[in-house]
Every structure is written in structure tokens, then in C-alpha cells.
């Protein structure tokens, strides 16, 4: 079941935070063009959850209606606001879908590092059916 949690506007983005309690995920799904403020403003609605905080649920981050709008050097901004969120994130998961090439190249960026940065484990895909599949095992 899916339930419908805090849609987020800002300036130019929509973020619609879903949890799937079957499947035990919190879903977050961009639309737009996204700045990196607003990724961590999402993490600070995330957080909030006590499906994240005290239930474990993992995170499914959807990108495919989105287009990140800044620069690979600003990806350290969202490395900080992670970094201040460690102690949620160790031994999580998390499955991204990105079909643009800008965002799959920062996606694995994020990837490459979060395990080792933070105990998080960060995987990104093409599609909705793969992400769920490695989110789940």
C-alpha cells in the first residue's frame, strides 16, 4: 500500500515522498529542475519519519522527471548534509533511477564513496523494476 506523504513545492521542483510499507521503502519522486537545497531539504522531511528513523525502511530515490541543475563541484553541498545524517543512513540502502546522463554520472558519484564515507549503501538504475529488485534482497 502506498500512502502519500508531504508533497514538497520549492522554487522549481516538485518532491513527492510515498511509503510503501509492503515493501518497506520510502519513495521519493522529483519532478523538475533540482538544485541541491532542495535534495537536502527532502532529507530533512525524510528524517522526520518514523518509518526511516525507527523502522528502518529503506529509500527508492526517482529522478527520471527531473534534471539536476547545478554543477558537479556543488554535489559537495549534499555530501555535507549526508555526512550530518550518518548516523541514520549506516548500513541503509539506497536505489536511485536516472536516465539522463547528468544525473546517472552524479548518482555514481554518490555511489562509488557512500559506503565507504558513510556505511551506505547507494545503487543506481535505468529503471523502476531493477531499483526495487536490489532494493529489496
Known amino acids: 500500500m502506498y500512502v502519500l506523504k508531504?508533497?514538497?513545492?520549492?522554487?522549481?521542483?516538485?518532491?513527492?515522498i510515498?511509503?510503501?510499507?509492503?515493501?518497506?521503502?520510502?519513495?521519493?519522486?522529483?519532478?523538475?529542475?533540482?538544485k541541491t537545497d532542495e535534495i537536502c531539504e527532502?532529507?530533512?522531511?525524510?528524517?522526520?519519519?518514523?518509518?526511516?528513523?525507527?523502522?528502518?525502511?529503506?529509500?527508492?530515490?526517482?529522478?527520471?522527471?527531473?534534471?539536476?541543475?547545478?554543477?558537479?563541484?556543488?554535489?559537495?553541498?549534499?555530501?555535507k548534509c549526508l555526512d550530518n545524517l550518518k548516523n541514520l543512513l549506516t548500513n541503509r540502502k539506497e536505489a536511485i533511477i536516472a536516465v539522463t546522463p547528468f544525473n546517472t554520472a552524479v548518482n555514481m558519484l554518490f555511489e562509488k564513496d557512500s559506503y565507504r564515507l558513510l556505511n551506505y549503501w547507494v545503487k543506481t538504475f535505468s529503471t523502476r523494476?531493477?531499483?526495487?529488485?536490489?532494493?529489496?534482497?
Not at 21 to 30: G, M, Q, T
Not at 59 to 69: M, N, Q, S, V
Request: with cysteine.
Open 129 to 137: 523494476e531493477a531499483a526495487i529488485d536490489w532494493l529489496m534482497k
Open 18 to 34: 510515498v511509503i510503501d510499507h509492503e515493501k518497506k521503502a520510502i519513495c521519493r519522486y522529483f519532478k523538475g529542475l533540482i
Open 42 to 79: 527532502s532529507w530533512q522531511q525524510i528524517i522526520t519519519m518514523p518509518e526511516f528513523t525507527n523502522l528502518g525502511y529503506n529509500l527508492l530515490t526517482d529522478y527520471a522527471e527531473a534534471e539536476f541543475d547545478f554543477p558537479i563541484s556543488k554535489t559537495e553541498d549534499i555530501w
Open 6 to 16: 508531504r508533497p514538497l513545492t520549492m522554487e522549481s521542483v516538485i518532491i513527492d
